[in-house]
């Protein structure tokens, strides 16, 4: 019946051709998401995503769609002989029969298999299936239960989906014998708020049934940090013998008092440019360097686009958190004169606030080129990004990152899903056996291609490999010198602070500098505010 016709959809619409590549017809469907299965009756269906997902037959002679089912769950996939259709969850396979009943095919804890990263499943017509996950293609068949692998379970808890490390737990569920990762998402796949997953996930630690790992991507890592719920990773790099600790790119920006706590396999970073012409070959500079070049600065310039003092603050305090907060005792320092010479610096910046009736689009690189601008905020996703916004400038730059009290490195480094593992877990050995595979990993193709990889490797020596891969390929779209590698590679050993923040903390900064900025008080009172009230805060929430 639907033999040799085409199926798709489009902008809402269903298009069918005929055989020949004649449309039969076309039709506005009006449903929420909708996405094409075959049955296993060979009727093609079309599935609303909905909280009950329906499914309608799609009758190409009356040119219409047939509402005939209703199936709790999703995504549904191409059924057989046997199933009507398929549907997938975290929990495993299931087939839907022609009565509706739906039944296990495959659980993916009893048969230690992770569903993390599945795109597509399709019988293969022979009591098998062939499955899509994260751009590798496996074939799932039946086994004895004798002839599954025992593995031991470990558990990642997460707020909401990962999505770079999913195809570093496929690869490792696949290829290890002795561990098996379970995703655990404490949002309920977005069901629940930030908030409440994050109650539910502390209310299980409480009640002792705490994650091996968690993932901090969504979640502030200070209150385990403080509350000694963290363990050390450095310990295991140093006494691993088959893993150096100088092989980790970023391991200054990781290492905050002879720890590390949260650790990845790829990371972005956030900097600064400015002309080379200007700063020379520092990677940071001071408030007072700032201050100086504004004040000659041309009428028609800038220093940063869009800067405010409050703006100014941020980034500046941000960095400087690292330094003013040991997470592990509670312990805080803001009154002092280096953030009394912060919020100075802040206060006494030339705003330029961009103006929505005036607002033009520009190329950050050619305005620094051209004078217009002094520095522009860049983010670094991959080792080309440098070289193709210094060839846009057309002259050499310098990454200078944000300004500071003593002018150190002003870049930050960002981790894109940053693991920890937990002090309560009993199977920290296996914890460590996934982080250093992780780190270790390398996948050469699909989203993470030579050319369209995001992030940079953590461990240098896959870092390496991807620097040489670049510098070979013919579609890189800059030429990628052995000077800037140089000079990149000296700004990733340079980097001292990851990009993570209580938010909390820079609110009230942010809150008590308002009175300040007014001219209401003085930078001394103001850090004197500030020091008591995160102290406060610290005390209740870490206390």
């Known amino acids: 019946m639907n033999k040799g016709r085409k199926y798709a959809i489009y902008d809402n619409n269903l298009l069918v051709l005929d055989e020949k590549g004649e449309i039969l017809f076309l039709k506005k469907t009006n449903l929420k998401a909708p996405y094409l299965v075959k049955g296993g009756d060979e009727n093609i269906y079309i599935v609303e995503t909905t909280a009950k997902n329906k499914i309608f037959r799609i009758d190409a002679q009356a040119k219409d769609l047939i509402h005939e089912y209703t ?130 996930l502390n209310t299980e630690i409480i009640s002792g049934k705490s994650p091996d790992m968690i993932c901090f991507s969504n979640i502030s890592p200070f209150h385990f940090i403080r509350n000694g719920l963290l363990t050390d990773i450095k310990s295991f790099i140093t006494q691993d013998d088959s893993i150096d600790i100088n092989s980790i790119a970023i391991i200054n ?96 910046i030339l705003e330029t606030p961009e103006n929505i009736t005036d607002r033009h689009f520009f190329e950050a690189p050619v305005e620094i080129a051209n004078g217009r601008m002094i520095a522009a905020s860049v983010f670094l996703t991959n080792v080309w990004k440098l070289a193709e916004i210094e060839e846009k400038a057309g002259c050499p730059l310098s990454y200078i990152g944000w300004p500071s009290v003593d002018g150190n490195n ?50 240098l020596p896959v870092l390496e490999s991807r620097i040489i891969a670049n510098q070979k390929s013919k579609e890189c779209p800059v030429e990628i010198t052995d000077d800037y590698i140089e000079r990149l590679m000296h700004l990733i050993y340079g980097i001292e602070n990851i990009a993570m923040y209580e938010q909390t903390v820079l609110d009230i900064i942010q809150k008590e500098s308002e009175k300040y900025f007014a001219g209401i008080t003085t930078a001394k009172k103001t850090a004197e505010i500030i020091e008591s009230k995160i102290n406060i805060f610290l005390a209740e929430q870490y206390g």
């Open 410 to 459: 002003g870049s930050d480094i960002w981790l894109l899903e940053p693991l920890g593992i937990m002090s309560t877990s009993t199977r920290k050995a296996g914890c460590w056996d996934f982080i250093k595979y992780m780190l270790q990993y390398s996948n050469s193709t699909g989203y993470d291609g030579v050319l369209s990889e995001y992030g940079l490797p953590v461990y």
């Open 71 to 200: 199936c709790i769950g999703e995504p549904l996939h191409d059924g057989d002989s046997k199933y009507f259709l398929l549907l997938t969850t975290e929990k495993g396979l299931y087939g839907i029969g022609y009565n509706g009943d739906i039944e296990p095919i495959m659980l993916c804890k009893e048969c230690n298999i992770s569903f993390s990263g599945l795109t597509q499943i399709k019988p293969n017509g022979k009591g098998n299936y062939i499955c899509c996950i994260s751009g590798n293609i496996f074939d799932l068949i039946q086994v004895l239960p004798e002839e599954v692998k025992q593995k031991e379970l470990l558990t990642i808890a997460t707020i909401g989906n990962l999505s770079t490390l999913t195809n570093v737990i496929t690869s490792y569920n696949y290829n290890s014998n002795s561990y098996y990762i379970d995703v655990v998402d404490y949002s309920s796949a977005g069901m629940l708020s930030r908030k409440d997953a994050l109650a539910k």
């Open 253 to 348: 920006a990781l290492e905050n008092d002879g720890k590390i706590y949260l650790i990845d396999n790829k990371f972005c970073i956030e900097t600064l440019i400015g002309k080379n012409a200007i700063f020379g070959d520092t990677d940071g500079w001071t408030f007072s360097d700032y201050l100086k070049l504004e004040k000659g600065l041309p009428p028609e310039a800038q220093m940063i686009y869009n800067m405010t003092k409050e703006t100014f603050l941020f980034y500046a305090s941000s960095r400087y958190l690292r330094y003013a907060i040991n997470w592990e005792t509670g312990e805080c320092k803001f009154n002092n004169n280096e953030f009394v010479a912060l919020l100075e610096a802040s206060d006494r």
